[in-house]
């Protein structure tokens, strides 16, 4: 899916015909499986915060507190204007929902299903395309790919929170458990994790990645990491 939301579609009819279905599938359907409530009840008693390259929203449809949340690199659930002309986001739930269901789908318990001839269409109709209200440029999803991303409000109001979370716990005992960073972007998580692990006195970092779980050699004593099935390891917890 993450591929295919790079392919030059040529009209913007197919463009979302192929996003309105990412969007929905990955962002208003529950996850399959139940990762994220495990690793909630985990937390959920703790005074915690959860820091996010995702924008799925999965966190929170899990129960985690909106306010306890940032998403650095945007959400699947909002349109921005593609220029930019304007800092603002708009919820898209609805025009989303329209689109999938032009194309040949029902709704039912949240899910996608097949209507009973069974054709579905690779478009949507021209005037479901979401076009800015100021400028009357297209939309795109707020989504951090380029200089074009809209950091609004919210997403202020969230790195703050973030912050003063840091600041509030640095001389605390704090744990820094890092879930499935790769190194597309190491720079927003893993990096900044490893440093504060080094510099905060009682920081302790745990890495949860098949395959992948490591840590700097000046935190080795201070960390633990593994390799194992992410899914796995919080249901055994």
């Known amino acids: 899916m993450y591929s295919g939301g790079f392919y030059p579609y040529k009209t913007l009819e197919k463009h979302w015909g192929y996003w309105c279905r990412y969007i929905y599938i990955n962002r208003y359907m529950d996850a399959p499986k139940p990762v994220y409530q495990n690793l909630y009840d985990l937390v959920k008693e703790k005074d915690y ?9 999965c966190f929170q449809k899990a129960g985690f507190a909106k306010n306890r949340i940032f998403y650095t690199q945007g959400d699947y659930g909002l349109f921005q204007c593609s220029e930019p002309c304007h800092k603002k986001t708009y919820d898209n739930e609805e025009t989303i929902k329209k689109m999938v269901l032009s194309q040949g789908f029902r709704i039912k318990d949240g899910e996608l299903q097949k209507t009973e001839d069974g054709e579905i269409k690779l478009t949507v109709p021209t005037g479901l395309i979401p076009y800015c209200p100021r400028c009357g440029k297209p939309m795109s999803m707020n989504l951090r790919s380029d200089q074009t991303f809209v950091e609004d409000e919210g997403w202020h109001q969230a790195a703050e929170r973030y912050e003063k979370f840091i600041q509030d716990h640095k001389k605390q005992k704090i744990v ?3 879930l499935g960073v790769g190194y597309n972007t190491p ?12 510099t905060f006195q009682h920081a302790f970092y745990v890495c949860l990645n098949q395959g992948e779980a490591y840590a700097s050699a000046e935190i080795t004593r201070k960390s633990v990491y593994m390799n194992e099935d992410i899914g796995e390891i919080l249901k055994e917890l």
């Open 176 to 178: 820094f458990l890092e």
């Open 187 to 198: 720079g927003i998580i893993k990096y900044p994790f490893w440093q504060m692990t080094n």
């Open 49 to 57: 915060f959860v820091l996010t390259t995702n924008v799925d929203h």
